[in-house]
């Protein structure tokens, strides 16, 4: 059983048809905005929106906005795609992280997410600022913590205080966002109201939050494992038709011996970051490819962090396939590993 070889053919848009040998009918190589557009459609749009608005699933950012698109280089674009925001529902997607796609396709999106761009880019100095972190601490408290975090890594909003984002985010392009911020959405532009210093002294804050980031490769997940955890217990008390069920509830059934699996919908990055013990990894991109390999007869949970939105295309492609025993993690899996319920790291289930 090979589903992931035949799964990254798919994913990556290079389905060849039979007969095409010319340059004119020859398919669009990985790199093209045209296979950049399906994989955008197939593996972001569900969080991000379909033409970039942002905001369907948790947060997801408004990838189309005028300041954002003027000043992330392509490299910023796909470091950030490549590598994903680990903690947040944001994915590794590069192959080497554990993820669907080489830089070809990658290069494909960031081509497709141009095509959004109404603003020439902008030339960003590359010249530290000289703020002072412990002067902007105060106005980052009074302005900013509200959306960002109290230490920019509690959210609602993007995580600041990310490794990867402030790996990628010059100390310029810190700052054109907070003068200008990001037409719409709800992060406006603070030009008129800080002062360059005072700026200055909150990217000088932000900048104090850096760490080093995750170096090496992270490999894919192996095996699907036995999927059905318990499989000679007692049938769940779920309820056929009802998306969704609590992570409490199913704690409990689990704890009672119940026979059910789990199905970890998000990317391979974050399957290996760490999932439900026992889950097995079905990427919802993926899932047509896995249908063969799980059973109809027995209690199929989908997760995700999101926490409904990976976890609901996978659970819709069972549903229309003859599954009925199939229901949602309700709270996702970050409220799962928040509880205390078992997780586990690596590649294996
Ligand atoms: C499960 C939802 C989800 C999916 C699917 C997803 N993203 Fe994201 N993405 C997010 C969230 C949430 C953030 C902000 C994370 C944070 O707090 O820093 C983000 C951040 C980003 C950023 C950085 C934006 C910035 O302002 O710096 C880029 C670029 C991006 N995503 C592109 C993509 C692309 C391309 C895909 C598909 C290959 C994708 N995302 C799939 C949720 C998602
Ligand atoms: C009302 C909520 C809100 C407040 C207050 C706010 N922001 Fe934002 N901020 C956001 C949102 C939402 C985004 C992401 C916008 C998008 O979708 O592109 C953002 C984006 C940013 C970005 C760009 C991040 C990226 O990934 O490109 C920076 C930098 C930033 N904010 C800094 C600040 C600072 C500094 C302050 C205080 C001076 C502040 N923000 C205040 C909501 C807010």
């Keep these: 059983m090979k589903p992931r070889i035949l799964a990254t053919v798919i994913v990556a848009g290079l389905v060849l048809q039979p007969g095409c040998s010319s340059?004119?009918?020859r398919p669009p190589s990985a790199s093209s905005s045209?296979?950049?557009?399906?994989?955008?459609?197939?593996?972001?749009?569900?969080c991000h929106g379909k033409n970039g608005e942002g905001y369907l699933a948790?947060?997801?950012?408004?990838?189309?906005?005028?300041t954002f698109l003027a000043t992330a280089s392509d490299d910023y674009l796909a470091r950030s795609i490549a590598r994903g925001r680990p903690g947040t529902t944001m994915s590794a997607w590069s192959r080497n992280r554990g993820g669907p796609?080489?830089?070809?396709?990658?290069?494909?999106i960031v081509?497709?997410?141009?095509?959004?761009?109404?603003?020439?880019?902008?030339?960003?100095?590359?010249?530290?600022?000289?703020?002072?972190?412990?002067?902007?601490?105060?106005?980052y408290a009074a302005a900013c913590a509200s959306c960002h975090g109290a230490t920019g890594s509690e959210g609602p909003n993007v995580r600041l205080a990310n490794a990867e984002f402030l790996d990628v985010a010059s100390d310029e392009f810190l700052r054109y966002a907070i003068v200008n911020g990001r037409p719409g959405t709800t992060m406006r532009g603070y030009g008129g109201e800080l002062t360059?210093?005072?700026?200055?002294?909150i990217v000088a804050l932000l900048r104090s939050w850096a760490k080093p980031v995750a170096t090496g490769s992270v490999p894919i997940p192996g095996t699907l494992g036995p999927i059905v955890l318990n499989p000679d217990g007692p049938e769940p008390a779920f309820t056929v038709g009802n998306r969704f069920t609590s992570v409490d509830t199913i704690k409990a059934e689990l704890d009672r011996g119940a026979a059910m699996g789990f199905l970890d919908a998000r990317a391979g990055s974050d399957y290996v970051e760490e999932h439900i013990a026992g889950a097995a990894s079905v990427p919802f991109y993926e899932a047509r490819d896995y249908l063969f390999a799980l059973p109809k007869d027995k209690w199929l949970v989908s997760y995700c962090g999101c926490p409904h939105a990976e976890s609901g295309v996978l659970a819709d492609t069972l549903l229309a396939n003859g599954f009925t025993k199939v229901t949602i993690l309700d709270e996702g899996y970050f409220v799962w590993r928040d509880r205390g319920y078992p997780v586990r790291s690596g590649p294996n289930p």
């Design 23 to 25: 340059d004119e009918t």
């Design 34 to 46: 045209a296979v950049g557009a399906q994989n955008y459609e197939k593996t972001c749009a569900l």
């Design 58 to 66: 948790d947060n997801a950012t408004a990838l189309r906005s005028a």
């Design 101 to 108: 796609y080489d830089d070809a396709s990658i290069a494909g």
């Design 111 to 139: 081509a497709y997410m141009r095509t959004w761009q109404t603003s020439p880019s902008v030339t960003l100095s590359k010249t530290p600022l000289a703020g002072d972190a412990a002067r902007g601490a105060d106005s």
């Design 196 to 201: 360059e210093d005072e700026i200055a002294d």
